[in-house]
């Protein structure tokens, strides 16, 4: 496991396991969640992540063999969802193992910043209107 684009749910400890490399002081796992930001009156439920399914994986490949270029790192895990998510699923997962903590911190912020910016994968809210009492319309207590 070291770059995913999958329907399948991700895992933390899938991701940890990977960075098992016996010589890094420090691992670095960051998972990105689908959060319930509200737009006035609506408020996400999920998201959908579309890719394109023939570059995103090259430009996935290649963020991690930059980020082993740029960074003293040891491992690195990049991993991506793609469909339709509800709110608190993990949407991504970057793991770096690295000797010291500040190289594997550093190497997570940039691949990071990096899938976000430079990889073909879009999301669309996927929303819901909120009653006028705050509530979600439709639901009973």
Same mark, same amino acid.
């Given at each position: 496991?070291?770059?995913?684009?999958? !329907?399948? #749910?991700?895992?933390?400890?899938?991701?940890?396991?990977?960075?098992?490399?016996?010589?890094?002081?420090?691992?670095?796992?960051?998972?990105?969640? +689908? !959060?319930?930001?509200?737009?006035?009156? *609506?408020? +996400?439920?999920?998201?959908?992540?579309?890719?394109?399914?023939?570059?995103?994986?090259?430009?996935?490949? #290649?963020?991690? !063999?930059?980020?082993?270029? !740029?960074?003293?790192?040891?491992?690195?895990?990049?991993?991506?969802? %793609?469909?339709?998510?509800?709110?608190?699923?993990?949407?991504? %997962?970057?793991? =770096?193992?690295?000797?010291?903590?500040?190289?594997?911190?550093?190497?997570?912020?940039?691949? =990071?910043?990096?899938?976000?910016?430079?990889?073909? %994968?879009?999301? *669309?809210?996927?929303?819901?209107?909120?009653?006028?009492?705050?509530?979600?319309?439709?639901?009973?207590?």
């Amino acid at each position: 496991m070291s770059v995913v684009l999958t !329907r399948r #749910a991700l895992s933390v400890a899938r991701t940890y396991a990977a960075l098992s490399e016996p010589g890094s002081g420090a691992v670095v796992v960051f998972v990105g969640r +689908v !959060r319930p930001d509200r737009h006035g009156r *609506t408020r +996400v439920v999920a998201l959908e992540y579309e890719a394109d399914l023939r570059m995103a994986p090259t430009a996935l490949r #290649a963020l991690e !063999r930059e980020a082993r270029r !740029r960074f003293p790192v040891r491992e690195v895990v990049l991993a991506h969802r %793609i469909g339709v998510l509800p709110v608190g699923t993990p949407s991504v %997962i970057v793991g =770096i193992a690295a000797a010291h903590r500040r190289a594997a911190f550093e190497a997570a912020r940039f691949v =990071i910043e990096r899938v976000k910016r430079d990889v073909p %994968i879009w999301k *669309t809210d996927r929303t819901r209107v909120d009653g006028p009492s705050g509530k979600l319309p439709g639901r009973r207590r």
